[in-house]
């Protein structure tokens, strides 16, 4: 034994075997000489019952003065009952953000990992998830261990996300072609939502006890907020008639349309069956949408649609696919092209359904009322168990469907009231059209009504 100094360490032989050199001077001081010459420093203490080393690190990057202070240091925190092998062990084997999402993922396709209202993620929100992790998340902090981020790490990401960090072309398996995965604050508002998710799940899982995530301030997602004004209904209108005319974007129209003068998710209309098209009682009874099982009215510019559309219809979905029995798979690239570089550019599906409610709340509908033609939560006709619907219902759907299809055709309407029975509401939709202003309203007016 002796002291460890810079010329002890170097003077050390390289033999056949690795072999210590302890110091005599610090109990539990050594250093490891390896066969193939390299040296480093360590302490050896006991811990548990057993005896235990923890490497300091490698000679020429530590000198024997520093590394000694550093084995006080450990030494001193074994006395006090601390393990620093059994520390860096786990600390070696801390879960990696990138294994985090894995296990999340996995429990998310096992229906684990519960959703809105308690019940498991749907399908379509799972893909969605998937998508985030794997082309925002990940790419950024999957590296990282999830017990050294700080709320410092998860603002860097969502800013990163917002400046377009992590946009991107990709391939993706449902659409033809290629997606484009863009930043901005939407994208970053909802991605750093779900990884807040994903650090609840993890501590849930005993990883982590605190959510880094929480806290962080987010952007308003302008997208949101955005709705079309009279002028811009009358744009879009135009854009259909123009993409009406190819016949790829046929069905495509026909489904921006229907989603306008509902109001609905561009999901549920995408994949509404006509086992859920109750004409009849003038409403859609969806089986499966965000909210659950709900009831939707649906006002007599709807109802016709749905009704002429059915006399040629065959197979499950309103809007069929290419294929065996499917909905329609190829409305996002549709709609990319569509709208590129028109007026409406930065128009969004629920762009379309938010401005419905806001022409409901223009045209004085009570937040009750317009809750349950959109289907919201805090609707009254969400339930499954729900299969008659209120007359006002019915009236409201009708009023405000038959406004946007007259700013879409290019009438514009002041005012109008309805009944239940389909006479009648033909009736009052005729009159509704006489007082719209000009000669081509009242022509618009006429041909919508020969039946």
Not at 267 to 273: A, K, R, V
Request: with cysteine; proline share 3%; net charge positive.
């Amino acid at each position: 034994m002796a002291k460890l100094t810079k010329r002890v360490v170097d003077a050390a032989a390289v033999r056949v075997k690795d072999y210590f050199i302890w110091d005599d001077e610090l109990p539990g001081f050594g250093l490891r000489v390896f066969a193939s010459g390299k040296r480093s420093y360590l302490i050896q203490y006991r811990a548990a019952g057993r005896t235990r080393r923890y490497t300091i690190g490698f000679h020429g990057i530590w000198t024997a003065e520093t590394a000694r202070q550093e084995a006080k240091v450990q030494l001193g925190r074994v006395a006090q009952g601390d393990n620093p092998s059994e520390e860096r062990l786990l600390d070696h084997q801390a879960v990696t953000v990138k294994e985090l999402c894995a296990m999340y993922l996995k429990d998310l396709e096992a229906g684990l990992i519960l959703g809105k209202g308690g019940r498991p993620k749907k399908a379509t929100t799972i893909i969605t998830d998937t998508g985030r992790i794997h082309r925002h998340i990940i790419p950024l902090i999957g590296s990282r261990r999830v017990k050294d981020l700080a709320k410092a790490d998860i603002a860097k990401v969502l800013k990163d996300i917002m400046a377009g960090k992590t946009a991107v072309s990709v391939k993706t398996k449902k659409l033809r072609g290629k997606a484009v995965v863009t930043g901005g604050a939407g994208t970053a508002t909802r991605t750093i939502g779900l990884l807040g998710g994903i650090f609840t799940y993890a501590m849930e899982a005993g990883i982590i006890i605190t959510n880094p995530a929480h806290g962080i301030r987010k952007p308003k997602d302008n997208v949101r907020d955005r709705r079309l004004i009279e002028a811009e209904y009358r744009i879009l209108g135009e854009i259909l008639r123009e993409a009406a005319a190819t016949p790829k974007f046929e069905m495509t129209v026909e489904i921006i349309r229907q989603i306008a003068l509902t109001g609905c998710r561009r999901s549920e209309i995408i994949g509404l069956m006509w086992t859920e098209a109750d004409t009849d009682a003038s409403c859609m009874r969806l089986v499966d949408s965000k909210e659950g099982a709900s009831v939707r009215p649906i006002g007599l510019a709807v109802v016709e649609y749905l009704e002429e559309r059915r006399k040629t219809a065959t197979g499950t979905y309103v809007f069929p696919g290419q294929g065996e029995d499917n909905a329609f798979g190829g409305f996002p690239n549709h709609w990319r092209q569509i709208f590129r570089d028109s007026p409406l550019s930065d128009v969004t599906p629920h762009v379309l359904r938010h401005s419905f409610a806001s022409i409901a709340n223009d045209l004085g509908f009570t937040e009750v009322t317009i809750a349950a033609l959109v289907g919201h939560s805090k609707g009254t006709v969400t339930s499954k168990y729900i299969h008659t619907l209120d007359t006002a219902l019915i009236m409201a759907a009708d009023t405000i469907s038959g406004y946007i299809q007259g700013l879409l055709d290019g009438v514009k309407f002041r005012q109008t009231t309805y009944a239940l029975d389909r006479d009648s509401r033909k009736a009052a939709l005729a009159l509704f059209l006489r007082k719209a202003s000009g000669e081509d309203a009242l022509k618009v007016g006429e041909q919508r009504l020969a039946a």
